[in-house]
């Protein structure tokens, strides 16, 4: 069978078994990556596809600067390509699965006290002297990644008919593709109320969604990269990426700082198995003991 046509079989079955748009669009990147390169070394058939191939596509991706975590997830999605084709008869054998995952230098970058105010004072200096949306929209958006550990989809899809002021939560279309319940903090519905206002006097009308572009239509995934990176360029951080993800991570350390339990963090996070939440409460493990040498209770006992 020619790449192409087996490309194309496995992004309609992916459709066909529901996988989400975001994931569809993730394969057809890696997979139509991998499939040039394959054409670029004459290999037009995937049965003519080698071990080989797998592996220098991954070398180029490497000297292309790629770390390892994101080679070792371009390895299991062509995986999974070949796991198809298996499963149609069409290979026998996956040639990626002898390719061996990439040991990773885990490191989870969080935003330290200094960084979440220099952020924050960014927003509320614009709010002053511009009074605009966007600075509006900023200062919430970063208060409610900070203060609820959402991810960048969820707080785009955002709808005020989600959010249950009265009851202090919220409700989010999550990643396992059902409505979660999210709590919120009386500082962060005080924040939503004034945006809220802000946003009827602004646009004349009341919005659906909470987080609007300037045409009065709902943040996109590209409006919300633009929005960090254009704020990555004003803060000038070193150390750590200005993203969502990176506020869902601190949101998470915070609470593993705090003395929570991995349980708990679990479904604070909403994390669907708990050793993701391992992970994280076994990466800050240090900090835990510092913290737990700092405020043990029988420190300052004498006993």
């Known amino acids: 069978m020619l790449l192409k046509f087996a490309y194309q079989d496995f992004l309609e079955d992916r459709k066909f078994k529901n996988t989400t748009q975001t994931n569809i669009g993730n394969y057809e990147r890696t997979l139509g990556l991998f499939i040039d390169h394959c054409l670029e070394l004459g290999v037009i058939n995937i049965e003519d596809v080698g071990q080989s191939h797998v592996r220098n596509y991954l070398i180029n991706c490497q000297e292309r600067g790629n770390k390892p975590s994101t080679i070792n997830t371009k ?23 002898k390719v061996r ?12 006290d200094e960084q979440i105010y220099q952020m924050l004072a960014y927003y509320r200096s614009l709010r002053r002297k511009e009074k605009s949306y966007f600075s509006y929209r900023g200062y919430l958006l970063i208060m409610l990644l900070l203060g609820t550990g959402v991810r960048r989809k969820e707080a785009i899809n955002l709808k005020w ?19 979660e319940v999210v709590f919120l903090t009386e ?5 939503l109320s004034v945006y809220k206002v802000f946003c ?40 750590v990426r200005v ?26 996070m909403r994390h669907k198995n708990i050793n993701v939440t391992m992970r994280y409460v ?4 240090n900090e835990l003991k510092e913290q737990n040498d700092k405020h043990n209770p029988l420190k300052n006992l004498n006993i």
């Not at 008919?161 to 409505?179: E, F, H, L």
């Open 187 to 191: 500082k962060l519905i005080k924040e």
């Open 161 to 179: 008919s989600d959010i249950d002021m009265p009851n202090v939560t919220m409700s989010v279309y999550g990643k396992n593709r059902q409505y």
């Open 75 to 97: 390895i299991m999605r062509i995986r999974a390509f070949f796991n198809y084709l298996i499963e149609e008869k069409i290979v026998s054998e996956n040639m990626a699965r």
């Open 200 to 239: 009827k006097n602004h646009f004349g009308e009341e919005n659906e969604y909470v987080f609007l572009n300037r045409d009065n239509t709902p943040m996109t995934d590209n409006s919300i990269m633009l929005m960090f990176k254009n704020l990555q360029k004003q803060m000038n951080f070193k150390d």
């Open 243 to 268: 993203s969502p993800h990176t506020f869902r991570h601190t949101f998470c350390h915070r609470l593993a700082m705090s003395g929570m339990s991995a349980f708990a963090i679990q479904k604070m």
């Open 282 to 285: 076994a990466m800050w493990g």
């Open 101 to 112: 995952l990439q040991k990773e230098d885990v490191k989870i970058d969080v935003f330290t």
